[in-house]
């Protein structure tokens, strides 16, 4: 029964997500307190992260689409947006839509193709096409080839909002991340939501009844294209700099796993997912320079302790 | 009375001056040192971590009279990773100096932020054209040479000795390119085939079919490190070696190739700004005291580490420590007071050296070792040629 | 001959070796992911561990054929161990659990092999006998290790064939992946039979470890780039067929080593040197995605399909 009315209606969870949100607002003012300001640019790119695997985990975890080939679309709005700034576009307004957009594009037309396939050929597939758009990234020397491209500026946003300031930043980003869950809430409790995760449950009796199923199944492709394109403009503002191996496969698998470790199927998944697991690797890294036996660990205990995710344990702890 | 107190008082302010002045002087100088310390370029980060470390120690682990702390971070030989550890550098840690970075590539992506920061980088190896030419900068300066520079002395040896149609083998990236321009300027012979295999490959089957279709009688590579070893094993394997003359700069021909590669590399020539047989007290010591701390014959690598620790430790000490005065730590930089291995030292108007260029030829030693031995010189008092394109006000 | 036959012949032979390889690394993915269902992002490391084991005995012993036997061995070894202790855990488990189980596998296993043998690469030389070049015919020299590599590989496939196909063995794993509730019900052992068939699939990955470890390096991280590649010849090839991994290999083989050389050749005519180092190799990479896709295309579930 909770099952059942957990897809139909994904709560917003506001008695968590209020504090979390308050503590996120206060946070740039507490790290300058504590002379950490380096701490704001990694939050910063923790929240860019989450917002990459929440887009993820909407066709992933929702629409049972298995996309080894996500962080393409990341790759795309990042250059796009680079680009757009090599040709003097700085704008915020104007180039952040326009890479947006772009990535929607190459969303759509892998997605027509990748579509028709099912099951582990559509893993195959999705990863095939992100792997050539990471070798036409490498191979293109007038946008930096392998080196990968400078952006000379971060994009300008007007108004007294500085993106060179770390904080200012900080807060788009937040606010970015806030609106694109806030948006996915509504779509997953909407009827575009519910005949997605329908399909994911069961494709053949959808088709049975009538459903388009592959236009909703491509619909939802691209928006998860268009959002892992704004998280791929932040990221190529934030460190100034874009590089083909964002592109890279292992790219795309460090946001599943992301997806999975968060909890796919949850609307919070993906950021609970993100923020483990670049936390944990920032605090690790500290300690040890063989860090990543720490994540393995980690990693290793949550899937055979959680199978359904970090999001799963908190949901039971709230039940129980 | 009042003459008493003004003494006290004078006294308790100088008192007071010079302990400010020792509390700065006891503050750790922080040096971030990024480097590729793993992957096929690993063997040339942990040669110049270890020039550089050896520098460091030798000084009493004191860089200008001040303790050194040095940070070090790996990158992977990639701009991105190595892009992030510079930022993790510069504003977690607040290093004062970076250096370290091996791959042309990476550097251009960590010169970003540093130069942006006001941090000094004194490179340790990548010298790229753009820093040399139109993109120089204040805040860096090169204790290794320009990219092109032991390219230029190897087109030069190759022209010399008379070869008509060489073939020429650089990694796809800045300095890979910078190596066969820099190679070009100096031999006017004709170019049998131009292969850029991908940075970091490790398998040339293609390229040494290509080579054996080129028909060219001596082929020219730049393949640092870990794909040099490769690419010269594979090279003697497929019986290329018997019917071209290979040539390299010191970076395929070093103590680290040389190790691995072993005989089948006797014979080989190859040019380089320093050689360890250079007859000067501060190399014969610096080579003495690399063996016997490490237990192996030092490469040009560490060579360039140690320099550019003795550049740094120069810097800080005639600036008196007072490393937020930018200009003049940059003009003791500029003024380079230190006693390099490779003799005299001096740098060009965009902070780039002005040295002399060798050329080298693979033998056995007395004691039985095959290693390099320094024959004659090739370029005497050589700059770079994108000084004229450098900018900058002195 | 002139100098074309012999690039051709020369471009034949290294697809072949390179194909082989491929094959020795497919052959126990498509196994595990056939019978037990599992998709083993750690396959790779597997190819590491055997390597680097392989690199640490010849050290020790001086001789490259001991390191190589024992250094199977070991890989076998680590396999059955990895198996028993933590991925058989797995096979009830969806996909995606496997995905995050596996991948975190695949960290440990580098960075364990980080912590036991250093970032830095580590030297495997090919033995002194194969280290030169073998004439075939005059003026043609190609790499004895190449050739040897090329036989040890269709030995390997020899003996495979031998053991899916004649022995009691080889048909447990036939019937396993064809049917696994079936074979349960029948009697096989499943359990040891999984085991078995992952520390086989360990040691053919130590086998390409020992052959590809000289030729290349040997260093953390190296098993990450080939899985991929593997893992595109087991889509062509067919899930759970031998077969199929053994021709898929073959072809993504050949034709990767025949863009690898001949785009390049083809681009250096129409642009400069520069530009075509730039676009060739990116679209010889492609090729073999390519490949697969023109594959599904026709044949969607591989070219020979296992399962019913």
């Given at each position: 029964m909770d099952e059942a009315a957990d897809i139909l209606d994904h709560r917003l969870h506001w008695r968590w997500a209020l504090p979390a949100l308050m503590l996120l607002l206060a946070f740039p003012l507490l790290a300058s307190a504590a002379d950490a300001e380096f701490y704001v640019t990694l939050a910063s790119r923790i929240l860019i992260f989450a917002l990459a695997a929440t887009s993820l985990n909407l066709i992933l975890?929702?629409?049972g689409m298995v996309s080894f080939g996500h962080a393409a679309f990341m790759g795309v709005g990042a250059y796009a947006v680079a680009i757009a700034m090599q040709q003097g576009l700085g704008s915020a307004w104007v180039a952040w839509p326009l890479a947006m957009g772009v990535s929607a594009l190459f969303a759509l037309l892998i997605g027509a193709i990748s579509l028709r396939t099912q099951g582990v050929y559509f893993i195959m597939i999705t990863l095939a096409f992100a792997q050539m758009l990471y070798f036409l990234a490498i191979s293109i020397k007038a946008y930096g080839g392998d080196d990968g491209l400078q952006m000379p500026a971060r994009s300008a946003i007007g108004g007294g909002v500085d993106l060179t300031r770390d904080r200012d930043f900080y807060y788009v980003t937040l606010l970015l991340v806030v609106l694109s869950i806030y948006a996915v809430a509504r779509l997953l409790n909407a009827r575009f939501g519910h005949v997605l995760q329908a399909i994911r449950e069961n494709e053949t009796r959808m088709t049975a009844i009538g459903f388009p199923v592959y236009r909703y199944k491509l619909v939802a492709f691209t928006l998860a294209g268009a959002m892992a394109g704004l998280s791929g403009v932040l990221l190529a503002n934030l460190g100034g700099f874009v590089s083909?191996?964002?592109?890279?496969w292992s790219q795309s698998g460090m946001l599943m796993v992301m997806a999975i470790l968060g909890?796919?199927?949850?609307?919070?998944g993906g950021i609970l997912g993100a923020v483990f697991f670049l936390l944990l690797e920032e605090l690790l890294s500290h300690y040890t320079i063989h860090w990543q036996l720490g994540l393995g660990v980690v990693l290793l205990l949550v899937v055979l302790v959680a199978p359904n995710g970090l999001a799963s344990l908190l949901k039971s702890r709230r039940i129980g | 009375m009042f003459s008493k107190f003004l003494r006290k008082s004078i006294v308790c302010a100088a008192v007071g001056v010079a302990l400010a002045a020792s509390a700065q002087s006891t503050d750790p100088v922080k040096i971030?040192?990024?480097?590729?310390?793993?992957?096929?370029?690993a063997g040339l980060g942990v040669d110049i971590r270890d020039g550089f470390q050896l520098a460091v120690k030798l000084a009493g682990n004191k860089l200008g009279g001040r303790p050194a702390e040095i940070i070090i971070a790996d990158d992977q030989a990639s701009p991105d990773v190595g892009r992030q550890a510079a930022d993790r550098l510069i504003k977690?840690?607040?290093?004062d100096f970076m250096t370290g970075v091996v791959f042309s590539n990476v550097m251009l992506a960590v010169g970003t932020p540093t130069f942006a920061s006001q941090t000094f980088y004194v490179s340790a190896n990548a010298g790229p054209s753009q820093y040399a030419g139109d993109?120089?900068?204040?805040y860096f300066f090169s204790a290794s040479w320009q990219n092109d520079n032991l390219h230029e002395a190897a087109g030069q040896v190759v022209q010399e000795k008379g070869f008509k149609r060489v073939a020429v083998i650089a990694p796809n990236y800045p300095a890979g390119k910078d190596a066969i321009t820099g190679f070009k300027r100096f031999y006017k012979g004709e170019i049998a085939s131009e292969t850029l295999p991908a940075l970091?490959?490790?398998?040339?089957g293609t390229e040494i079919s290509q080579l054996r279709a080129s028909k060219a009688d001596a082929v020219y590579i730049f393949l640092p490190g870990g794909m040099g070893i490769n690419f010269i094993k594979q090279f003697v394997a497929a019986g290329l070696s018997k019917d071209m003359t290979l040539f390299a700069p010191g970076f395929s021909g070093d103590e680290d190739v040389i190790k691995a590669v072993?005989?089948?590399?006797?014979g080989m020539f190859n040019t380089s700004?320093?050689?360890?047989?250079?007859?000067n007290p501060a190399n014969k010591r610096f080579v003495a005291e690399f063996e016997k701390e490490y237990g192996r014959l030092p490469s040009l690598y560490a060579a360039q580490g140690y320099d550019a620790a003795l550049l740094i430790n120069a810097a800080v000490r005639d600036s008196k420590g007072?490393?937020?005065?930018k200009a003049a730590v940059r003009k003791a930089l500029q003024a380079a007071k230190f006693d390099s291995v490779r003799g005299s030292f001096k740098f060009n108007k965009n902070q780039f050296p002005i040295q002399d260029y060798y050329m080298r030829v693979i033998v056995k030693d007395a004691k039985g070792r095959v290693t390099n031995r320094t024959m004659g010189t090739?370029?005497?008092?050589h700059g770079d040629a994108y000084v004229a394109s450098c900018k900058m006000p002195a | 001959m002139s100098l074309n036959h012999i690039l051709l012949l020369e471009q034949a032979l290294n697809g072949l070796q390179f194909g082989l390889m491929l094959f020795l690394l497919a052959a126990g993915l498509t196994l595990v992911f056939g019978i037990m269902d599992m998709i083993n992002l750690a396959h790779g490391s597997l190819y590491m561990v055997g390597a680097y084991l392989i690199a640490s005995i010849t050290a020790a012993t001086g001789n490259y054929w001991w390191g190589l036997l024992f250094g199977v061995m070991g890989a076998a070894a680590f396999g059955a161990l990895l198996e028993v202790s933590?991925?058989?855990?797995?096979?009830?488990?969806?996909h995606l659990s496997q995905v995050l189980g596996t991948f975190a596998i695949l960290l440990m296993c580098n960075e364990g092999v980080r912590l036991i043998w250093g970032s830095q690469p580590v030297a495997l030389s090919t033995p002194e006998s194969l280290s030169g070049p073998v004439?075939?015919?005059?003026g043609f020299y190609y790499a004895s290790f190449s050739l040897f590599i090329i036989g040890v590989g269709l030995l390997v496939a020899l003996l495979m064939y031998w053991v899916i196909t004649r022995t009691r063995l080889g048909m447990q794993v036939r019937a396993g992946a064809a049917n696994r509730e079936m074979a349960m019900a029948m009697g096989v052992d499943v359990q040891k039979l999984f085991t078995m068939v992952f520390a086989a699939g360990a040691a053919l990955c130590g086998v390409a470890g020992g052959m590809l470890g000289p030729v290349m390096a040997v260093q953390v991280g190296m098993g990450e780039s080939i899985l991929i590649v593997a893992f595109v010849v087991i889509v062509i090839g067919g899930i759970g067929s031998i077969r199929g991994a053994f021709l898929g290999a073959l072809f993504v083989g050949i034709i990767d080593t025949a863009g690898r050389t001949f785009m390049p050749m083809l681009f250096a005519q129409l642009m400069s040197p520069e530009a075509a180092a730039n676009a060739a190799p990116a679209v010889a990479s492609v090729l073999i995605y390519l490949l697969m896709a023109t594959v599904l295309f026709f044949k969607p579930r591989g070219l020979f399909p296992v399962h019913g």
């Open positions: 975890g929702f629409g083909p191996s964002i592109m890279q909890g796919v199927g949850y609307l919070y | 971030g040192f990024l480097s590729t310390l793993s992957g096929p370029g977690r840690d607040k290093v993109q120089c900068n204040p970091n490959q490790l398998n040339y072993g005989e089948s590399m006797l700004q320093w050689g360890h047989d250079m007859n007072k490393l937020s005065d090739v370029l005497k008092n | 933590v991925l058989r855990r797995f096979y009830q488990r969806d004439q075939i015919f005059s």
